[in-house]
């Protein structure tokens, strides 16, 4: 484990301070003038200070995600078992080790993908192509070690560029990748913030019975003193355990495989001392077979920095693959926003209308929108005409989770090869005063997302359209077409 620590921190690799652009001139929650929301506390924290993560590779997502108490009851089963394991019903794959790299967010979501497609069809994928075409930084160096969040990920998997097999792209490559075939599309993702206590466990349970391991972040103690202590002893997994009192900033991406109400407090008996009660999550990591159980140990329900919420931000979030098909459900994908959510814009209340203008590729006909929502219980509507005078509604909703939605529409769009059409949608976020997602590049290592005019308007009403390039350059609306 003594490499891991020893893992040098990368703050000098070209990271700009990142904060939310200034309020355009006019009052807050105006009709006329949309402004930037808030980024996530936790995620400029953990640029301006490298030892918030510690070099481990897993940083706190830019944009912070809510669902509140109520959400959370609505969207979890009364029926979840006391234990359970992803293992014992054979829905994870192979442990594999990210070696000294900080590409842990990278394993982690890739063994998300996997565990979702099992047991139907076991898929080693590549973690390697996600980490050298996320689109993020301009190295390998960069890309290898300075580290990532989950919303990377999902940026990379909603604009196909994977996942690919992993015989095409073996980890660790010397050069950054090239596309491979991309082997299923991803259309749907949960992401919801950490747990607000130790016992707020039933929305994530609840999420790894139905989509497979869950992507989510921690603290690894780096000197190994609150693991070592005790998970040396013995040889059952239930020995292998990890339990730290104190909140501290997440610097690792790992996944929850399962858990036990039961699993006795007292197999925790180390330099940390005993938690306050029984219970743990069953976790998966990327250091290899030789780390913990055959890649495994079990973490408990009290640790303070284990997929949560700290009231600083979005620390511990946690991300669930919901949908994952075939590559033959879409022909094409339309999109502006490369590198997805780096930003979030309203007009300082739950209301907002987003649009993107696309030009047709062929005479196809417009079947399903994407976009992402930013609260639990997010009512939508989906647009789509030729212009912006021709609207028509296609769909209507609300989705039950924070994440990225796919909707298909009740009746098809008809585009033509070389004309634009238009996409909008409606957003009703409760509890978010900046509900669209927008993606922009706010430092160096996001300058790949560019836009051009004509391509992303925001309004408050659907009635005054104005472009966002008006208010932040090189910005696009986080919102997908797809043709049949």
């Known amino acids: 484990m003594t490499a891991r620590s020893t893992v040098a921190l990368l703050a000098s690799l070209a ?10 001139a006019g009052a807050a929650g105006s009709a006329e003038t949309p402004q930037a929301g808030p980024l996530n506390p936790a995620f400029v924290e ?7 993560t510690a070099g481990l590779g897993r940083r706190p997502n830019p944009v912070a995600v809510h669902v509140g108490s109520v959400a959370r009851a609505r969207t979890t089963r009364t029926s979840l078992p006391g234990a359970y394991s992803l293992i014992e019903q054979g829905r994870v794959t192979r442990v594999k080790d990210q070696r000294s790299y900080g590409t842990c967010w990278a394993f982690a979501n890739i063994a998300a993908i996997e565990s979702k497609l099992l047991p139907a069809r076991l898929w080693d994928l590549s973690e390697d192509n996600l980490v050298g075409r996320s689109g993020f930084g301009s190295s390998r160096s960069w890309r290898y070690n300075w580290g990532g969040y989950d919303f990377m990920a999902i940026a990379y998997f909603a604009r196909w560029a994977g996942p690919v097999n992993e015989t095409n792209d073996p980890y660790p490559s010397p050069t950054l990748p090239k596309q491979s075939r ?12 950490g747990r607000v206590g130790p016992l707020d466990n ?79 999550f069953l976790v998966r990591n990327s250091w290899g077979a030789a780390f913990g159980e055959r890649g495994y140990f079990w973490v408990s329900y009290y640790d303070a920095s284990f997929a949560r919420e700290q009231g600083l931000g979005g620390y511990g979030g946690c991300v669930s693959y919901t949908v994952v098909n075939s590559t033959r459900n879409y022909g094409r994908n339309y999109q502006h926003d490369k590198l997805g959510v780096t930003d979030h814009w309203g007009y300082g209340d739950s209301l907002v209308w987003g ?16 976009f992402y929502t930013l609260a639990a ?47 909008v949608v409606r957003l009703d976020s409760p509890g978010e005063m900046y509900p669209l997602a927008v993606e922009r590049p706010a430092a160096a290592w996001q300058k790949r997302a560019t836009a051009r005019r004509g391509q992303s308007y925001m309004s408050h009403d659907g009635v005054t359209w104005r472009s966002l390039l008006r208010y932040a350059p090189n910005a696009n609306v986080c919102i997908k077409a797809f043709a049949e």
């Open 182 to 193: 991309v082997r299923r599309h991803v259309q749907g993702v949960a992401m919801i913030p």
């Open 202 to 280: 039933d929305l994530i349970k609840q999420l790894v019975v139905d989509n497979g391991a869950l992507s989510v972040g921690m603290y690894m103690d780096p000197t190994q003193q609150a693991y070592n202590g005790y998970g040396a002893r013995g040889s059952t997994a239930e020995h292998a355990a990890y339990y730290l009192p104190d909140q501290r900033g997440e610097n690792h991406g790992v996944n929850i495989v399962g858990w036990d109400d039961s699993f006795s407090a007292s197999h925790f008996t180390g330099v940390t001392g005993e938690p306050p009660g029984d219970g743990a």
């Open 377 to 423: 219980n997010t009512g939508y509507e989906v647009w789509a005409g030729r212009r912006f005078s021709s609207l028509r509604l296609r769909a209507t909703g609300v989705t039950p989770l924070p994440g990225y939605t796919t909707v298909k529409f009740d009746t098809a769009l008809r585009a033509r090869r070389g004309r634009q059409f238009v996409v």
């Open 46 to 52: 953990a640029l301006h200070d490298p030892l918030v």
């Open 15 to 24: 990271i700009l301070a990142v904060a939310a652009l200034p309020a355009t």
């Open 355 to 370: 649009a993107n203008r696309f030009t047709a590729k062929a005479n196809e006909p417009i079947v399903a929108a994407a």
